[in-house]
């Protein structure tokens, strides 16, 4: 859904919403604009109706536009200086194959929506998503004592030594983030 939040430091409106909604909006859009719009794209002067790709500079010359934005980054963790911490405590970093381990993650209470990436090694997996799954995002629901906390379920289901890492981040403020210390798990 829509979610919006404004930041208290300089009352800027910003508006945070799904892919659900995105496209969702664009049906809207595309039901709503049954006539022809003149438009610049790249300096070039066009009709447009409906809904168009591009990843050109848009110009309404007359009638509503509606334009979306959207994209991935690639971001290197290992260059980011995180502002929060990640606890994290695990019963053993060496466990049989089959065995089952909790992973605790625990984070300050200074985020609105936190959200938790475990990216974890080949020999690793999460209990209940299945074998092969090496990077998952999990919301952070739970308090106790003041802190977000999360448990997860780990399952060793290969021979080998691999480093599981988690980062956390806030969903309605990017600026807001933390990176556990690497675990290093052996399985046999």
Do not use: W
Request: charged residues 25%; positive net charge.
């Amino acid at each position: 859904g829509i979610c919006s939040s404004i930041n208290s430091e300089n009352g800027k409106f910003r508006l945070y919403s799904t892919a659900d909604t995105v496209e969702f909006i664009r049906l809207v859009t595309e039901i709503s604009l049954n006539k022809t719009t003149k438009v610049k794209i790249n300096g070039k002067e066009t009709e447009l109706k409906g809904i168009i790709a591009t990843n050109s500079k848009v110009e309404s010359i007359d009638g509503p536009v509606i334009v979306s934005i959207s994209g991935q980054k690639e971001i290197d963790i290992t260059q980011l200086n995180p502002n929060i911490s990640v606890y994290t405590r695990i019963k053993s970093k060496n466990i049989r194959i089959g065995e089952r381990i909790t992973l605790m993650i625990e984070v300050e209470d200074k985020f609105i929506c936190p959200v938790c990436r475990v990216i974890l090694p080949g020999n690793l997996t999460i209990s209940r998503h299945g074998a092969n799954i090496q990077k998952m995002d999990f919301p952070i629901k739970t308090k106790r004592f003041g802190k977000f906390t999360l448990d997860l379920e780990i399952l060793a289901i290969r021979r080998g030594k691999g480093k599981l890492k988690i980062i956390v981040t806030d969903m309605y403020d990017s600026n807001i983030f933390g990176l556990s210390n690497d675990i290093i798990i052996f399985s046999e």
